[in-house]
T-cell receptor
């Protein structure tokens, strides 16, 4: 079974600075998806960024980028120019490509709580 | 992106009553929806997977008779907490995926906070 680990329960960053959230995972599969979801105080889960394992290029979404190291099974999230609205719980998630009913193989990490200091 | 709406966003009920939570995909058809439970400061715990027109698949340890799931259409799944007790108080989140293809992600509802008195 796959597992996702986030070793930083809490992180803080100064506004406008850069912060990196770490995520490692364990799998024997070669094809899969990785995600970072954000859960702000409103509690709705919001997709931040997505990475397909077969792609070597790191995904980027505006101020958010990932460092995907497939061999090391590492998937860190970098937030640049941090804003107060970035304060939230961040979950790293893994999803198998197969089988098709992938809710049961969509695995979430324990989360990292990010605080942004003004 | 796809929108999933969950209702109610919060509910308070007396012990022994039943509560129904709705999860709707607003702009896409969701063949599969998932129900999660989240305890304070913890990650999401998958409770069950519901497929349109068939019985839900429950995760180990989740009581099927207490957490009734119905997925009667491609845009609606409901979770009914029957004979609720204080230990059922939690944050419940639904998510959905589209009919075909897609980008592999799940789309989440806003969540429903249940408080059982």
């Amino acid at each position: 079974a796959q597992t996702v680990t986030q070793s930083q329960p809490e992180m803080s960053v100064q506004e406008a600075e850069t912060v990196t959230l770490s995520c490692t995972y364990d799998t024997s599969e070669s094809d899969y998806y990785l995600f970072w979801y954000k859960q702000p105080p409103s509690r709705q889960m919001i997709l931040v960024i997505r990475q397909e394992a077969y792609k070597q290029q790191n995904a980027t979404e505006n101020r958010f980028s990932v460092n995907f190291q497939k061999a090391a099974k590492s998937f860190s999230l970098k937030i640049s120019d941090s804003q107060l609205g970035d304060a939230a719980m961040y979950f790293c998630a893994y999803r198998s490509v197969w089988p098709d009913n992938y809710g049961q193989n969509f695995v979430f990490g324990p989360g990292t709580r990010l605080s942004v200091l003004p | 992106g796809a929108v999933v709406s969950q209702h109610p966003s919060w509910v308070i009920c007396k012990s022994g009553t039943s509560v129904k939570i709705e999860c709707r995909s607003l702009d896409f058809q969701a063949t599969t929806m998932f129900w999660y439970r989240q305890f304070p400061k913890q990650s999401l715990m998958l409770m069950a997977t519901s497929n349109e027109g068939s019985k839900a698949t429950y995760e180990q340890g989740v009581e099927k008779d207490k957490f009734l799931i119905n997925h009667a259409s491609l845009t609606l799944s409901t979770l009914t907490v029957t004979s609720a007790h204080p230990e059922d108080s939690s944050f419940y989140i639904c998510s959905a995926r589209g009919v075909a293809g897609g980008t592999g992600e799940l789309f989440f509802g806003e969540g429903s906070r249940l408080t059982v008195l």
